[in-house]
């Protein structure tokens, strides 16, 4: 039988549109493998402190982060596109889940595993949900002035939640300000050899990671760190030690699923998925457009939603794209997603052979390498960077961030996502309208009021609206028209430059023909220029062309509508386009 090869091609693109390992890995080579090699040991060495801390961040016992770095990079090796991504345990979903899980009282430690594993599997499946309606593009609905409030707030939440590690003070459940208050009041209680342990790892990690990158810094730190608990008697001196860590690997473990569950557990799902995925993106793309591939926004739902639901079934947690560990990979050069396989295999290794070596590791360490991850959350830069551009986004970032602290990271992220939300529907419902004049001595026209040197047409109003026109903001369009008549008697004509507006409703086109009524009342006529074909398609199917006649929205250049408007004087009179011109304008 011939084999038809264009319906071969066509299943082998769509076999890589949903694993899109199966298009990468035939062009495999040795040397990419090598590359791969190198990196994976170097983040192995780097991950294994740091995925044990996040655990004991969401509030696990430490091998659960082993588990999860296990998984994770093995099933967004086979769904991912972004090559140089580590998947697993990340701070920002693991104190999401330890603030809201922690808010139950009286819950065993098997339950409280339960109920982080079901939030991974509900985190998973919305992010198979939203891929299945290719929703990818709601990672566009948190602005990067959010996010970075967001993440401040919770980076300044995380390093007070380790200060009690690093000081050696037993810590207290509540919200922030409580935390901080508590901790202040009971640092003169600070364990001094816990406090030099700490302090020392902090700057030792700091210089490392700012003076030699590839260094596998947070291991050497465990292993000194081990090494002094080892040969010293600093334990029998108050400093608390990681304890026992269970050999092994994960077993299976489907989570418990009850209704009442899952009425607690969805609004801490539908967060940690939706920040997971802004921030898996914002990794992305960034690595995308700097190593000029593609990253596919929908395939990688598909991909959050696999990990998730796998890390779920093997006694895990929330993951998410870990900054860090990309980076690292960045820096070491990986060169795919084997760079994950190789170290989740390693990481196996030592969850089977080696975990006895971390038993005598201080609880200090813990948290210095958490509050020196925690650190680069908090973007100094990109705040003053967005201060300067822009006041009113830099009060959005700082209103998130207080939000965070004042009711808790979980109704952080909401109120981020509504304050975004609510920034672009302002700036939808009370657009900016130009009165544009020609510039002088060209055919381009511009803002009056920005540049008063622009010149006005005598008895033509040219209005713009920098928004689309939609039932948002309709009404506010046609008041300040109106408005902006009264001020002129001498209106003949209403020119709507629909240049900035690609986007029209059926509330705008009516509010266009109730205009045209009352200004062919007042003998002013309305025409539309610079209309996308999408426009004039609205304008054409909801009856405007016919109500008020097609010549309102068949011209889509201003120059044409007033070289056409013969009645018009001026001072510099309209100069007609040549014929060939006029007829290019029009298609």
């Avoid at 769904?79 to 999401?96: C, D, H, K, Q, V």
């Amino acid at each position: 039988m011939q084999i038809n090869r264009p319906s071969e091609d066509t299943l082998h693109r769509e076999l890589a549109s949903i694993l899109p390992i199966t298009g990468w890995l035939p062009k495999y080579t040795s040397k990419i493998f090598r590359a791969d090699v190198i990196a994976g040991i170097t983040l192995t060495a780097f991950a294994i402190p740091e995925l044990m801390a996040y655990a004991q961040l969401a509030g696990l016992p430490p091998e659960y982060g082993l588990y999860a770095g296990i998984i994770a990079p093995l099933v967004y090796c086979i769904f991912g596109t972004i090559r140089e991504m580590n998947i697993g345990p990340s701070s920002s979903e693991a104190i999401l889940t330890a603030a809201m899980l922690g808010m139950l009282s009286g819950i065993d430690a098997a339950r409280y595993a339960s109920l982080a594993a079901l939030t991974a599997l509900m985190a998973g499946s919305l992010a198979i949900l939203a891929r299945v309606f290719k929703l990818g593009f709601i990672v566009n609905l948190i602005s990067e002035t959010v996010l970075k409030g967001f993440l401040a707030g919770m980076g300044i939440v995380i390093i007070c939640g380790q200060l009690f590690r690093i000081f050696g003070i037993e810590p207290v459940q509540g919200a922030f300000f409580d935390q901080l208050t508590y901790l202040i009041t009971r640092l003169p209680e600070a364990n001094l050899p816990t406090v030099l342990i700490g302090a020392g790892a902090i700057v030792f990690l700091i210089c490392a990671e700012r003076r030699c990158r590839k260094m596998p810094a947070a291991l050497i730190v465990v292993i000194i760190s081990i090494l002094l608990m080892t040969y010293t008697d600093l334990e029998a001196r108050g400093v608390h030690e990681v304890g026992t860590i269970p050999a092994g690997l994960p077993g299976l473990v489907i989570p418990t699923i009850s209704f009442t569950d899952l009425q607690f557990i969805f609004p801490l799902a539908f967060a940690i998925f939706l920040l997971a995925y802004v921030e898996g993106m914002s990794i992305g793309t960034s690595l995308a457009r700097r190593y000029h591939y593609k990253v596919d926004a929908n395939q990688e739902l598909l991909a959050l939603g696999a990990t998730s639901i796998a890390t779920s079934l093997f006694q895990g947690f929330p993951v998410a794209g870990s900054f860090s560990r990309t980076a690292l990979n960045e820096v070491n050069g990986a060169a795919t997603q084997i760079t994950g396989v190789i170290a989740a295999v390693l990481t196996a290794i030592v969850a089977v052979f080696l975990t006895g070596l971390f038993t005598r590791m201080p609880e200090a360490i813990i948290g210095s390498l958490i509050l020196v991850a925690v650190l680069r959350l908090i973007d100094i830069r990109g705040l003053v960077r967005i201060l300067k551009i822009s006041r009113d986004e830099f009060a959005i970032a700082l209103a998130t961030c207080a939000g965070v602290l004042l009711f808790g990271i979980l109704s952080g992220v909401f109120l981020g996502v509504i304050l975004s939300l609510t920034d672009i529907l302002y700036r939808v419902t009370s657009p900016r309208i130009a009165v544009l004049g020609r510039v002088p001595d060209t055919r381009q026209y511009a803002d009056r009021i920005k540049h008063p040197e622009n010149e006005a047409i005598p008895g033509v109003l040219i209005v713009r609206v920098d928004a689309p026109l939609i039932f948002a903001n309709a009404e506010t369009v046609k008041e300040r028209i109106d408005e902006l008549i009264a001020e002129d008697p001498t209106v003949k004509l209403v020119l709507f430059d629909m240049s900035t507006s690609p986007i029209i409703d059926v509330s705008a086109s009516d509010m266009i023909v109730d205009l045209c009524q009352e200004l062919t009342t007042a003998g002013i006529k309305i025409r539309i220029a610079e209309a996308t074909w999408q426009v004039r398609r609205m304008l054409r199917i909801s009856g405007v062309e016919e109500t008020i006649g097609e010549e309102v929205t068949q011209t889509t250049s201003l120059e044409t509508v007033l070289a056409d408007w013969n009645c018009v004087a001026s001072v510099t009179p309209v100069c007609p386009l040549p014929e060939a011109d006029r007829i290019s304008e029009q298609k």
